[in-house]
């Protein structure tokens, strides 16, 4: 079985945590894997390294991609009114992305 399908549809899921995780109010989760600066290392890091692994050809333009997307769901928070947006926070989502771009380009050279 070819696994490039399955781990570009990871991917693009992976975002739509991401989205998700960014849209839904903190209360209204279901769950939570620990603090928020936890979860949001967490996702952004898979979302880095699935795109990475999914991309392998494109890593310049995943790890622009990746950053853009830290950037746009932290200013996603400025169309709602009880959310603001924070630097810290944009730090971090920042900090998992990159973390994860290079997890997956680690990853990539030792599979290939």
């Not at 899921?13 to 603090?35: D, E, M, N, Y």
């Not at 996702?43 to 392998?56: I, N, Q, W």
Request: glycine content about 6%.
């Amino acid at each position: 079985m070819e696994l490039a399908p399955v781990v570009h549809v990871l991917a693009w899921f992976s975002l739509a945590l991401v989205v998700l995780a960014t849209v839904v109010p903190i209360g209204a989760r279901q769950f939570s894997i620990s603090t928020m600066n936890t979860e949001s290392i967490f996702l952004f890091g898979l979302m880095g390294l699935l795109f990475v692994v999914a991309y392998p050809d494109n890593r310049r333009v995943i790890a622009i991609f990746c950053i853009l997307a830290a950037a746009a769901s932290e200013s996603l928070l400025l169309i709602f009114p009880n959310r603001h947006l924070r630097v810290e926070r944009l730090i971090i989502k920042l900090l998992g992305a990159t973390v994860g771009l290079l997890a997956g380009g680690i990853l990539m050279r030792i599979l290939h």
